[in-house]
């Protein structure tokens, strides 16, 4: 049984030290926020605080509403577990009430410390913050504070609807997403964090979370670093009109008058139905208030924020729910078999092809690779520190059968081992997620991912300048597919 007696000692000391107010943990895992006295765990080297609510539960009134503040406390409360993840068909451990956040620190560390802010992937449908993935630790014990966010997704966190969005917009969850920034803005120095030197990172719907919060004035300043895996920058978002009118065409096959009195049941059972027909029916869409244009135009404009930034992709950006994506890629393009033949002549020189190889690579490049060079070269353009990566890399013991890749690097970056979603690493694999690691630490804490004992990584600048991940070596040098991207672009 854990021994709470010293912490409530140590605890006492804090309170008669001043107000409940952000000050530095010290040596017992505590934190006075403006929602009350937070009392975390410690595992090894590291602290966590688990299921931080940084807005009030969107429940009842509240649903299909911008997040609200919390209630002020003078409470002490533990932070030992997870939330709940945010309403999704797949999980029966959901709920609506899910606006929390986990925080991960250094144990007997001063701060103040850099921090990095992950947002999830899901395709805005789906995942959470609590992933065992996820877990924080391994980032943290080298010196920094990371934090974890749960955002609402699906109909809950992307409908548009006249008579439900307040304003027009129906991006509930990139409103949440702000509301987290602002809750470490206002609460993190507690933690043992700085506030003026926050970073952060996210792969696929979390990338392009991040590439719109760079987009976004109520994001400004909010953050300072940011590192886009595996975005899809030249992706198309529905407009206002168009996102209304699924918005009622959902609304209307829902039972009740009300949607905001529809069990959570009833609304999960009309979410799938439309899921199945169209597995984007939930994303963020332009409302003119926090999302103003796509990320390509915006970024081409120069609308995004000055600041660092790391941008890449993996080698293979396929997973098990692609092949209608790559369709449709294919489609849309209208592009043949012959002509991916030509733009990928090593894959044609294999002893067997198969199209669906030609076709899964052309959508990597296409929706991922391509796009990442671009975002690249305009923020480059700007001024600002820019590093592009690609990830090739494939773990030893996946390498006989190396399954589809997009979020293959998040192990690597967490280092997590031996949980749903992340197998056992070799010795070597270690090796190469250590590297890798070190890359975004460093990048988190002064703007440069470089640091002693890595190879050197080159800046953009402009170029077509990257850091290549692969099985044999890491090397920062021109990007061997430049040519293949250029006949893309066009």
């Avoid at 987290?180 to 990338?207: C, K, M």
């Avoid at 049941?265 to 003119?288: M, N, R, T, V, W």
């Avoid at 080698?315 to 043949?336: H, K, M, N, Y």
């Amino acid at each position: 049984m854990r021994s709470l007696f010293p912490l409530v000692v140590a605890f006492s000391l804090l309170c008669l030290a001043g107000p409940a107010v952000a000050q530095p943990v010290g040596q017992f895992p505590f934190a006075l926020t403006r929602e009350g006295q937070m009392l975390g765990d410690v595992e090894g080297e590291v602290a966590f605080f688990k299921g931080l609510a940084y807005a009030a539960p969107p429940v009842g009134a509240l649903r299909w509403r911008p997040p609200q503040a919390t209630v002020e406390s003078s409470e002490m409360r533990t932070a030992y577990d997870y939330g709940a993840p945010c309403l999704q068909p797949s999980r029966r451990d959901a709920s609506e009430d899910c606006l929390t956040l986990n925080v991960f620190r250094p144990f007997g560390v001063d701060g103040p410390l850099p921090v990095m802010v992950f947002i999830h992937d899901g395709g805005f449908v789906s995942g959470t913050a609590n992933d065992p993935l996820f877990d924080g630790a391994k980032l943290a014990q080298a010196g920094l504070i990371v934090v974890t966010v749960n955002y609402r997704l699906g109909a809950l966190g992307w409908l548009t609807h006249p008579a439900l969005s307040e304003g027009g917009s129906g991006n509930y969850g990139l409103m949440d997403q702000i509301a987290a920034l602002h809750w470490v803005h206002d609460n993190i120095a507690a933690f043992g964090g700085d506030p003026d030197n926050v970073t952060l990172f996210g792969s696929g719907a979390g990338a392009t979370s991040i590439a719109l919060l760079m987009l976004c004035d109520e994001a400004r300043g909010l953050f300072q670093k940011a590192i886009l895996q595996s975005v899809p920058g030249r992706v198309r978002l529905r407009s206002r009109q168009e996102a209304e009118a699924a918005g009622l065409q959902f609304v209307a096959t829902l039972s009740q008058a009300d949607p905001r009195t529809i069990a959570p049941a009833g609304l999960l059972a009309a979410e799938q139905k439309l899921l199945a027909k169209s597995p984007h029916g939930f994303a963020p869409a332009i409302d003119g208030v926090h999302v103003t244009e796509d990320i390509a135009t915006g970024f081409t404009a120069g609308h995004e924020s000055r600041i660092a930034l790391i941008i890449g992709c993996n080698d293979d950006e396929t997973d098990f729910d692609s092949e209608p994506d790559i369709a449709r890629e294919l489609a849309s393009s209208g592009i043949t078999i012959d002509e991916l033949r030509k733009l990928y002549p090593d894959v044609a020189k294999a002893s067997v092809v198969k199209a669906s190889d030609l076709a899964a690579r052309f959508y990597t490049d296409k929706v991922f690779a391509e796009p990442a060079r671009l975002l690249a070269r305009l923020h480059a353009a700007r001024g600002m520190p820019v590093f592009r990566y690609r990830f090739a890399y494939v773990p030893e013991a996946r390498r006989a059968n190396p399954e589809g890749g997009h979020g293959r690097e998040l192990q690597f970056i967490f280092g997590v081992e031996g949980v749903p979603g992340a197998g056992i690493f070799s010795r070597h694999d270690r090796e190469v997620a250590s590297r890798m690691r070190a890359y975004w630490i460093n990048f988190a804490k002064n703007g440069d991912p470089n640091g002693p004992d890595l190879p050197h990584w080159d800046a953009t600048a402009g170029g077509d300048r990257l850091l290549l991940m692969t099985n044999e070596r890491i090397a920062s040098g021109d990007d061997p597919l430049a040519e293949r991207f250029d006949r893309l672009a066009r």
